[in-house]
């Protein structure tokens, strides 16, 4: 399998490449060469599958450099925690992938990620930077992933004041080869420094220069498994013998719009997805694509689902490529929404109150999308929706809600006792420069 730019299909890179480097030459991302199949059975629940069975099956599509005994070695270690799909009501479950390190979706490709750069580096003997931005979650995930990593150092530029206090404490507190960077600005600020970054050759052959954010391969690719692995679920939940050709919609709370990227490519690969519903807060640039036809960034707004604050979502320009930029085609498979914080307090309440369960602010997106995006798609089938964190990463915001307080688990105890380590800089890329080269 190769991948190539985005903006020069002739440019061609193995995995390898496309990991280490984050972004082409001409500063566009790296998509798959192709869409490789799901074999014959890889839907039928009646196979014995683990989660790091389907992953392996999955990653081994796309990467052909790492032999699958080590590739199976390494998604046992990265796929080790549980991701459970449990029903909501009727025709509606969530993913729970937010059972983790970091109580997040992005322990997924995060673990991985590590994993292969240190299966490299490894061989290799040398020495490698990572830049990451983060609205939030990431920021945590890849802090958790790559700490203590050999051969590794790892700068995290996060919004100040605009994350959860537990976030920051998740990122800012880890210390080692972890480097916490607090930017005066917003996230869109961050991820401008840190694609600035990647796009100084200086930099990049200085420091041996890469990034951990969705726009690397790395992280993205791993997460088209637990697509696949969800709809096995909900089969084995089925009555498999009634239902053969059960399929279902699947709902992605989006920031960035990695994750739906990576929901996209497993219904393009044959899993049985049949429609896709995206789900973002008041920043609506993706919701107002699929209005107009027009893609128009903006600056980010800050909302409870702060994860989601993304003006200018990288990601998508992958979406658009795997769709070959038709509109019309997208529009077929993809409905999106946003959903204001109003509506995302009054989705967590609802729920609270019909069955019990706690959303954090970005599911309660998820959930509230997938209401009125079901209704315009008439679609009468079961919906996931991907529940990307654990509600206790946003304590105020539950309270606020629900007029509760949930206990901490062990992680976030433990992240709040730790004291903050960080680097405070403006939102100037030559402050950013000055710091990954010292």
């Known amino acids: 399998m190769k991948f190539r730019s985005l903006l020069n299909g002739s440019l061609l890179v193995s995995f390898r490449e496309a990991l280490f480097s984050g972004v082409a030459p001409d500063g566009s991302l790296y998509v798959p060469e192709s869409i490789p199949a799901l074999p014959a059975d890889a839907m039928n629940p009646d196979t014995a599958h683990t989660l790091p069975s389907v992953a392996a099956q999955v990653l081994g599509l796309y990467i052909d450099e790492i032999p699958f005994e080590q590739l199976q070695r390494m998604v046992d270690g990265a796929f080790s925690f549980p991701i459970p799909l449990v029903k909501l009501e009727d025709d509606l479950s969530l993913l729970e992938l937010f059972h983790g390190p970091t109580l997040a979706f992005k322990d997924v490709g995060a673990r991985f990620m590590a994993s292969a750069l240190s299966y490299f580096l490894e061989q290799e003997h040398r020495e490698l930077t990572i830049a990451v931005a983060t609205s939030g979650d990431t920021g945590s995930a890849v802090a958790q992933g790559f700490l203590n990593i050999p051969h590794i150092s790892v700068f995290v530029l996060y919004p100040s004041g605009k994350i959860s206090t537990l976030q920051e404490q998740q990122i800012a507190t880890v210390g080692g080869n972890i480097h916490a960077v607090e930017v005066e600005g917003t996230f869109d600020d ?3 420094l840190v694609r600035t ?17 969705s726009i690397n391969l790395g992280r ?25 050709k059960l399929a279902a919609d699947v709902c992605v709370p989006s920031g960035n719009f990695g994750n739906i990227t990576a929901a996209a490519y497993a219904k393009r ?8 519903f995206s789900a973002s807060n008041a920043n609506e640039v993706v919701p107002d694509f699929f209005r107009t036809g027009s893609f128009r960034p903006r600056p980010s707004l800050q909302t409870l689902s702060n994860a ?39 989705e967590m309440r609802r729920t609270y109150e019909h069955s019990g369960t706690i959303l954090d602010p970005h599911t309660a997106v998820g959930v509230a999308a997938t209401r009125r995006l079901k209704a315009t798609r008439a679609s009468s089938g079961p919906t996931i929706v ?19 307080t949930i206990p901490l688990p062990r992680q976030l105890q433990e992240a709040l006792q730790r004291t903050k380590q960080s680097t405070r800089i403006p939102a100037e890329y030559g402050r950013v420069k000055k710091l990954l080269m010292s």
């Open 386 to 404: 991907m529940g990307t964190a654990h509600p206790a990463k946003f304590p105020a915001v539950v309270t606020k809600a629900l007029g509760i």
């Open 197 to 213: 970054a990647l796009a100084d050759r200086e930099l990049v052959r200085a420091r041996n220069l890469t990034t951990a954010n």
């Open 190 to 192: 961050c991820q401008h």
């Open 308 to 346: 989601m604050d993304v003006g200018n979502p990288s990601n998508f320009a992958r979406l658009q490529s795997l769709y070959d930029n038709n509109f019309a085609a997208m529009k077929n498979d993809i409905s999106s929404t946003s959903v204001s914080d109003e509506e995302t307090l009054v």
């Open 220 to 244: 993205l690719i791993p997460q088209i498994t637990y697509y696949v692995w969800g709809l096995l679920e909900l089969q084995r939940q089925a009555d498999w013998e009634i239902d053969r």
């Open 269 to 276: 690969m044959g899993a049985p997805i049949t429609n896709l």
